[in-house]
């Protein structure tokens, strides 16, 4: 797979692809294929059946109502039930770590909702091994729905020929900084990790918060170290050298990005309670001017587009470790995925309902200023639908992927993950010995594989 076509985007005023068989009331939308009929009128030969009303079920991670795409989500769901009487959406909006246990649950007794939401890659398998999700590869020919995706994403979530699963995004790992909080405290954008410490301890000394993380949700501490390893590997691809017997986890890469991310901490780089803070709180400290500094995938975009900080915020490649690393390295986040039940009760009208939406949800994003960085190809000019200069750069780093690594836990197994997560989630709490904590992902690794 060739990262450079992933991540293509052609800037040249407008994103271009027609999405004109997109939208209600066009009459090439699945939902227009139900015939209707008379109150009171039986069907006859010539009048179908009143269709059975239907309750779906649509687990998803956009519990945040001022998040865009929590607001895009419920226009599509209104839309398409307006146009659909006979069918009811039931929303269950979770936070990523609480829809990621609660899914765990259903799975383990075989009651997965209609519509839910996974990882790609190795955090997806287990499931499609399980028999859980159901193919889509019909679905997604129906109104070219498969021609909206940018090329080579749906590989992610692919098995032995079949996709299971339509993402909502595509995503690459950078830092957002607040200029005014920077003018204030007298510093500027750092080029080198070594540089970006300093930043923080001279933001620190003058009252001002350095750095949002909401760790309370493991895996963005998780996101930050893997993009501090990617530096200190000298390039992608150390879990992999890991899995193939390369390397282990106590090579001197991994406890080098170990104790650089501890320097980031003992620095006094995030806030009072870290771990206490969940993904939409970490957030908002950033998006309400409460701190100067930001690590997140670029899906954050949007919400700092529809925020008080909009228009005052840049942003910054993740920069060098001790020299090594390449900058148009990134992190890359294919995004979460949304898959249905191989048990769904109306298996037929759950696969309308998501065709439905995803070709309604490039659109209806790009309204909303959340079409940074979605799965999807996007006919609209950002510029000119009042996309911020901040949203325009992040566009334009697009561009400059060379390739990357995917978070840990879409790459290693469950079980190493797990020690992972709570590995990293600790150093946010007390300093540790770097050999220590290699040890702890090694024995996990060995235990698991």
């Not at 501090?228 to 890469?253: C, S």
Request: aromatic share 10%; charged share 20%.
């Amino acid at each position: 797979m060739k990262w450079s076509n992933i991540f293509k985007f052609a800037l040249t005023g407008t994103l271009a692809l027609s999405l004109a068989a997109c939208g209600g009331g066009n009459g090439n939308t699945p939902n227009n294929s139900q015939g209707t009929k008379e109150p009171g009128v039986e069907g006859t030969a010539n009048t179908p059946e009143k269709p059975k009303d239907v309750t779906i079920t649509f687990q998803n991670i956009f519990p945040d109502p001022t998040d865009p795409k929590h607001i895009m989500m419920k226009t599509i769901v209104a839309n398409y039930e307006a146009e659909n009487p006979h069918v009811k959406i039931e929303l269950d909006s979770l936070n990523t770590d609480q829809q990621k246990l609660k899914l765990k649950t259903q799975a383990a007794s075989k009651e997965v909702p209609d519509i839910t939401v996974v990882n790609p890659s190795a955090q997806m398998k287990p499931f499609v091994d399980a028999g859980l999700f159901a193919p889509l590869n019909d679905m997604v020919e129906e109104n070219g729905l498969k021609d909206t995706f940018q090329e080579g994403i749906l590989e992610w979530y692919t098995f032995d020929g079949n996709l299971y699963a339509l993402p909502d995004g595509n995503n690459i790992g950078l830092v957002y900084y607040n200029k005014e909080l920077f003018e204030q405290g007298g510093v500027e954008v750092p080029t080198t990790f070594e540089e970006m410490v300093e930043v923080v301890k001279t933001l620190k000394s003058k009252g001002i918060q350095p750095m949002a993380i909401g760790e309370k949700d493991t895996w963005t501490g998780s996101f930050l170290f893997m993009n501090v390893l990617l530096r200190t590997n000298g390039g992608p691809g150390f879990l992999q050298d890991v899995m193939d017997g390369k390397k282990t986890f106590e090579d001197p890469a991994f406890l080098e990005a170990v104790d650089s991310l501890q320097n980031l901490i003992q620095a006094g780089a995030f806030q009072e309670g870290a771990t206490s803070f969940d993904y939409n709180a970490g957030g908002n400290l950033f998006n309400t001017g409460k701190a100067a500094m930001y690590y997140m995938g670029s899906w954050a975009t949007g919400g700092i587009e529809t925020s008080s900080v909009n228009g005052k915020i840049g942003v910054f490649k993740f920069p060098t470790v001790n020299g090594k690393g390449d900058p148009n390295e990134f992190m890359l986040a294919p995004g979460s995925a949304f898959a249905i039940s191989a048990n769904s009760d109306h298996l037929e009208e759950t696969k309308k309902f998501l065709n439905y939406f995803m070709l309604n949800f490039p659109q209806e994003a790009f309204k909303v200023k959340g079409a940074v960085g979605i799965a999807q190809k996007v006919d609209g000019d950002f510029k000119a639908a009042g996309y911020s200069d901040m949203a325009m750069d992040v566009l334009a780093m697009f561009k400059d992927v060379k390739g990357g690594d995917l978070a840990f836990d879409n790459t290693m197994n469950p079980g190493t993950t797990q020690v992972h997560l709570t590995s990293i989630q600790n150093l946010f709490v007390q300093k540790k010995d770097a050999a220590d904590v290699a040890k702890e992902h090694q024995t996990a690794y060995e235990s698991n594989k």
